[in-house]
């Protein structure tokens, strides 16, 4: 996308430069994990965290329902519907009735 913004412009005659974004990340430096707290505390303290691995873009765009460009980056809730999916990919047992889960993707 952004190669066609930059061929765009120089086909209009503009001047154009290319330069890393400060926000560019590189998808090998992304650690996603599942993190969860307690169901009903006051403030949410995270108590437990695993690290989720072999689990493709795609996948979690399927399971999320997001565009096919979105980087899955940033923070998830995992709900009940999702238990399926997360379940197979983690050691933790899934217990919606003692834990609020999410899905943590970060640098």
């Known amino acids: 996308m952004i190669y066609q913004a930059?061929?765009?412009a120089?086909?209009?005659n503009l001047s154009v430069e290319e330069c890393t974004s400060p926000y560019y990340f590189e998808e090998s430096d992304v650690t996603?994990?599942?993190e969860w707290s307690e169901v009903g505390a006051d403030v949410?303290?995270?108590i437990g965290e695993e690290e989720v691995h072999h689990?493709?873009?795609e996948e979690y765009r399927e399971v999320f329902g997001l565009s096919e460009e979105h980087?899955?980056?940033g923070y998830f809730r995992i709900m009940q519907d999702h238990q399926d999916f997360f379940q197979s990919?983690?050691?933790h047992k899934l217990?919606?009735?003692k834990y609020r889960y999410g899905l943590c993707a970060r640098c």
Request: aromatic share 12%; proline share 8%.
């Open 32 to 34: 996603r994990s599942v």
């Open 95 to 97: 217990d919606f009735t």
């Open 89 to 91: 990919k983690l050691e």
């Open 44 to 46: 949410p303290v995270i």
């Open 71 to 73: 980087p899955v980056f």
């Open 55 to 57: 689990v493709s873009l």
């Open 10 to 12: 120089e086909s209009k």
């Open 6 to 8: 930059i061929k765009f």
